[in-house]
C-alpha cells in the first residue's frame, strides 16, 4: 500500500484497480438493443449516416439488429469501417452520428447508435464468423508501414481487393493507440488484440513486427522491393512546452506515461503522484487525468490555456473528467516548473485572456503544487523523426505528411493517411483514411 512518496505505486487495494480499469460504458444485452432499435426512425438521407466519417449505412443495420439478423448488421458495418468493434467504444459519438439523429429534437435522447454498432460487430467477433471473401490474386504487393488504425485498414481492403500485403510495425504489437494510447477503461480485456486477430484473419497480410521505417527498413528500398507503399506511422513526438524545469523528474509526458499503463501487468506496481497537475485540454489530457485518478492520485488539476468551448476534448469528455473528480481550471497558461533537488514541487502559470481576438498573458500569476506533471499539449510530427525515418523526400503540410484527396504524397508510388496526414486525429478518421488510400492504390495498380 501507500508508502507515503510524492510518487509512488500501490495508493488502492487491489479490488479497486480492477473496478477503476474495468468498462466504463457496459454493451446492450439483447433485449436492451432490440428496444433500443425499435427507438430509430429509419429516416431516408438519414443524417447519422453523412456524420459517420467512413458513412456506415446506420439505418440499414439498426433495422437488421430489430429483426435478428446480427450478421448482416455487422457486415453493414464491417464492410465500411473494418475497426466498427473498436470505433463503437472510442468514437466520441455525441458530436457525431448522435449529435446528428433525429432523436435529439423530440426526446432529446439520440438513439444509442454506438451501442447498437458494439452489439453487432461484438457477436459477429464472439461467433470467429469470417464474413469477408478476398478477390482474386492480383499478382500486385504492397507496403504498408504502420499498423495502427489506418495502416490496418488499408491493409485489410488491399487484402480484399486480392493484393498480397506485408504491414511493418516498430512496435512488438500491431494496433497503434488502440492498444498503447486509448484510456484503458474505454478498452479492457484484449480487445485491440482480438480485433486485430480478427482483420488478419481475411488472409493475405504478413506481418513484421519490431521494424522500425529508417532503422530496419528504409523508403527507397520498399519502393523498390514492392508495387506500392501506404504509410501510417502516426504522430511519433510529443509537443514540448520549452519551459524552464521541463527536465525535472516527475515532469513526464502523458502518452509515454498512458503507453506503460496500457501494457502494465499489475497497475499497482506504476508510479502516481499524490498531487497531478495535467497540462493541455484533448483528449490525452483528460485521459491522464482521469487514470492518474484512477490510480489513487488525490488531487488532479487540469489546466488549459483557452475556455472550455476550445478544447479539443467534447463537452461530454470534460464531464467524465469531472465526475471522475478532476479539477479543470481554463485560460492558464504554463510559465515554469518548480523543482526541489530535481524533482518537480510545483507548477506555475499565468492568467491568460483574449485582447483583440489573441491570446494573452494577464501577468497574473498562480502557482499549483505538483509532485507529477503530465504534459498532453499535442503529438507532432517533427523534421528529426521525417529525416530519421528516411521521409525527408516528401512533401509536408503544417508539420504532417502532405497528400492529395486520395491519399498520395508527392512521391507518386508512396500514399499515406492517419494521424501522419493532416485532418482529424480519431481513429474512425484514420480507419477511413486507410480504406480510402486501398482504393486509390487498387486503381493506381490495375492500370
Ligand atoms: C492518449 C490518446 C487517447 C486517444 N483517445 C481516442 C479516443 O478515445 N477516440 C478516438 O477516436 N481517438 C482517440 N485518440 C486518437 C487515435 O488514437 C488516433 O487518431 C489513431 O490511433 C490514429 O491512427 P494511426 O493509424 O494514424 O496512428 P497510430 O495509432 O499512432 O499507429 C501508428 C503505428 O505506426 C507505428 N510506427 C510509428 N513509427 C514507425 C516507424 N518509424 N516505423 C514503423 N512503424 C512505426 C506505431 O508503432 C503504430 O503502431 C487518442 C489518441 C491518444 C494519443
Ligand atoms: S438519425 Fe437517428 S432516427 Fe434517423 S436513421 Fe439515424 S439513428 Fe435512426
Not at 478518421?429 to 486501398?438: F, N, R, S
Request: proline share 4%.
Amino acid at each position: 500500500m501507500d508508502d507515503g512518496m510524492a510518487i509512488a505505486g500501490g495508493r488502492l487495494a487491489a479490488a479497486d484497480y480492477s473496478r477503476n480499469f474495468d468498462e466504463v460504458k457496459p454493451p446492450l444485452d439483447r433485449h436492451q438493443a432490440i428496444v433500443e432499435a425499435s427507438r430509430c426512425l429509419f429516416c431516408y438521407d438519414a443524417p447519422c449516416l453523412e456524420a459517420c466519417p467512413t458513412g456506415i449505412d446506420v439505418p440499414s443495420f439498426i433495422r437488421k439488429i430489430g429483426t435478428g439478423n446480427l450478421k448482416g448488421a455487422a457486415l453493414d458495418i464491417l464492410s465500411e469501417n473494418i475497426m466498427g468493434g473498436m470505433c463503437a467504444r472510442v468514437c466520441p459519438t455525441e458530436v457525431l452520428c448522435e449529435q446528428a439523429c433525429v432523436r435529439n429534437e423530440g426526446e432529446s435522447q439520440p438513439v444509442k447508435i454506438g451501442l447498437l454498432q458494439r452489439h453487432a460487430t461484438d457477436w459477429l467477433l464472439q461467433q470467429q464468423i469470417q464474413p469477408f471473401t478476398r478477390a482474386a490474386p492480383s499478382g500486385r504487393k504492397v507496403a504498408v508501414v504502420g499498423g495502427g488504425p489506418a495502416g490496418l485498414s488499408c491493409a485489410h481492403r488491399l487484402a480484399l481487393l486480392g493484393h498480397a500485403v506485408t504491414v511493418f510495425d516498430a512496435r512488438p504489437k500491431l494496433a497503434g493507440l488502440n492498444e498503447y494510447g486509448i484510456a484503458a477503461y474505454k478498452t479492457p480485456h484484449g480487445f485491440a488484440q482480438r480485433e486485430v486477430d480478427f482483420i488478419l484473419g481475411i488472409g493475405g497480410i504478413e506481418t513484421r513486427l519490431g521494424q522500425a521505417l529508417g532503422r530496419d527498413i528504409h523508403l527507397d528500398r520498399l519502393k523498390r522491393d514492392f508495387d506500392a507503399v501506404f504509410l501510417a506511422i502516426g504522430l511519433p513526438d510529443t509537443k514540448k512546452l520549452d519551459l524552464a524545469g521541463e527536465e525535472l523528474d516527475g515532469v513526464e509526458d502523458a502518452v509515454t506515461y498512458i503507453e506503460m499503463l496500457r501494457q502494465a501487468q499489475d497497475l499497482s506496481r506504476l508510479p502516481i503522484g499524490r498531487r497531478v497537475v495535467v497540462i493541455g485540454g484533448g483528449n490525452t489530457a483528460i485521459d491522464i487525468a482521469v487514470q492518474a485518478r484512477r490510480l489513487g492520485a488525490e488531487d488532479v488539476t487540469l489546466v488549459y490555456r483557452r475556455g472550455a468551448e476550445t478544447m479539443s476534448a467534447t463537452h461530454h469528455e470534460q464531464e467524465f473528467a469531472q465526475t471522475n473528480g478532476v479539477r479543470i481550471r481554463h485560460w492558464a497558461r504554463p510559465v515554469r516548473l518548480i523543482g526541489q533537488n530535481g524533482n518537480v514541487t510545483a507548477a506555475e502559470f499565468e492568467h491568460t485572456e483574449l485582447r483583440d481576438g489573441r491570446l494573452t498573458g494577464t501577468g497574473r500569476n498562480f502557482t499549483l503544487p505538483a509532485d507529477q506533471v503530465f504534459k498532453a499539449i499535442g503529438q507532432a510530427m517533427t523534421g528529426d523523426v521525417l529525416h530519421a525515418a528516411g521521409l525527408g523526400g516528401l512533401t509536408l503540410r503544417d508539420g504532417k505528411i502532405a497528400v492529395d484527396g486520395e491519399g498520395r504524397t508527392s512521391d507518386s508510388n508512396v500514399w499515406a493517411g492517419g494521424d501522419c496526414t493532416a485532418g482529424i486525429d480519431l481513429t474512425v478518421q484514420a480507419v477511413q483514411d486507410g480504406k480510402l488510400a486501398a482504393h486509390a492504390i487498387d486503381r493506381h495498380l490495375r492500370g
